[in-house]
């Protein structure tokens, strides 16, 4: 769901430039994109480091174990490539490859079934993605609006797991010097999916005579940013994050392919610097709240889960760089 989400904020966020253009055009459109999510980026690497917390697991809605995650790390990296524009500017095909390691070192686990405590070695899991995205701009009822079609192929080391994809369309209702507002639309083709049909929304304001805006867009993040030293921005606020990646099992339990999926809430600060015109540092440092972490069967709905883990919140930080050599 993870890379769902990225793809469908997409079309929100470049309507925020689009909107406030005279060239309502494609140009608009990736730029948005490309600034405020580094990971629809050319090349685009980050590296998060989650500090220990708690954890209760239950499997089959029966309790299964309590522990301590000592560490947690993730590394992801993604390549955007642009595989067919219009002379136009208003088509543009566009091919993406995404790829995730992440690391949990355990400390104590203490088993309910057995009543003993005991460690367990450092477990170690890869994600890979690919997607195809055809993106259309136009105008409804004299406005901007971009229609974007995504389809996504993603598994792990061992194979192809799924394909899903998802339509959006997302139009400009309000747009001043200060003022964008967009709503828009999203149908998933995903029967892991508990909503086929969902509505979009973002808002962004320049506050007059100051340097600070706001920046909504939901479900993905709440933003108040400013530009600090001649080329960094910083941004305060609440971002919203799902991570997803394969099991292959093979216990008396659970035996097959099974998805993991973990929805985490983001407080902090995030600062945003660029080294030059084509490659942009990124740190981001605050609190991580994780929602839930569920596991199904593969192509499973969310909410018909066998496993669920809750934890503690805990302390994070990221390095991040991107290059955009085009």
């Known amino acids: 769901m993870k890379t769902i989400i990225y793809f469908i904020l997409l079309a929100l966020t470049s309507l925020h430039v689009i909107g406030q253009e005279d060239n309502k055009t494609m140009k608009g459109f990736v730029r948005a994109v490309k600034e405020n999510f580094p990971i629809t980026r050319t090349f685009d690497?980050?590296?998060?480091?989650?500090?220990?917390?708690?954890?209760?697991?239950?499997?089959f809605g029966q309790d299964l174990e309590k522990g301590r995650f000592d560490s947690h790390n993730r590394l992801k990296l993604a390549v955007n490539l642009p595989l067919y524009k219009s002379q136009t500017q208003r088509f543009i095909v566009t091919s993406t490859f995404n790829y995730k390691?992440?690391?949990?070192?355990?400390?104590?686990?203490?088993?309910?079934?057995?009543?003993?405590?005991?460690?367990?070695?450092?477990?170690?899991?890869?994600?890979?993605a690919g997607a195809l995205s055809a993106t259309y701009v136009s105008s409804l009822f004299k406005k901007p609006i971009i229609y974007n079609t995504t389809v996504i192929v993603d598994g792990n080391q061992e194979n192809v797991q799924r394909i899903k994809g998802f339509v959006t369309a997302s139009l400009v209702i309000k747009k001043t010097p200060n003022t964008t507002i967009t709503?828009?639309?999203?149908?998933?083709?995903?029967?892991?999916?508990?909503?086929?049909?969902?509505?979009?929304?973002?808002?962004?304001?320049?506050?007059?005579?100051?340097?600070?805006?706001?920046?909504?867009?939901?479900?993905?993040?709440i933003l108040f940013r400013r530009s600090l030293l001649e080329n960094g921005r910083i941004s305060f606020g609440t971002e919203f994050d799902s991570e997803n990646f394969y099991l292959n099992l093979k216990t008396p339990q659970l035996n097959g392919i099974y998805e993991v999926n973990s929805l985490e809430l983001k407080s902090g600060v995030t600062y945003e610097y660029h080294i030059d015109r084509k490659i942009i540092g990124t740190f981001k440092?605050?609190?991580?709240?994780?929602?839930?972490?569920?596991?199904?069967?593969?192509?499973?709905?969310?909410?018909?889960?066998?496993?669920?883990?809750?934890?503690?919140?805990?302390?994070?930080?990221?390095?991040?760089?991107?290059?955009?050599?085009?």
């Open 45 to 59: 690497l980050q590296y998060d480091q989650f500090g220990p917390t708690n954890y209760d697991a239950k499997l």
């Open 183 to 221: 709503i828009g639309l999203l149908a998933i083709a995903d029967p892991s999916s508990i909503v086929p049909v969902a509505p979009l929304f973002s808002y962004n304001h320049h506050f007059l005579d100051s340097k600070w805006e706001i920046n909504v867009i939901l479900p993905k993040s």
């Open 101 to 128: 390691y992440e690391s949990y070192g355990f400390g104590d686990v203490y088993n309910f079934d057995s009543n003993i405590t005991h460690t367990r070695p450092t477990q170690d899991f890869h994600y890979l």
């Open 285 to 326: 440092a605050g609190i991580n709240n994780v929602l839930s972490t569920r596991v199904t069967e593969r192509g499973e709905r969310t909410d018909k889960y066998i496993y669920d883990n809750k934890q503690d919140s805990q302390g994070y930080f990221r390095f991040g760089i991107s290059y955009n050599p085009f």
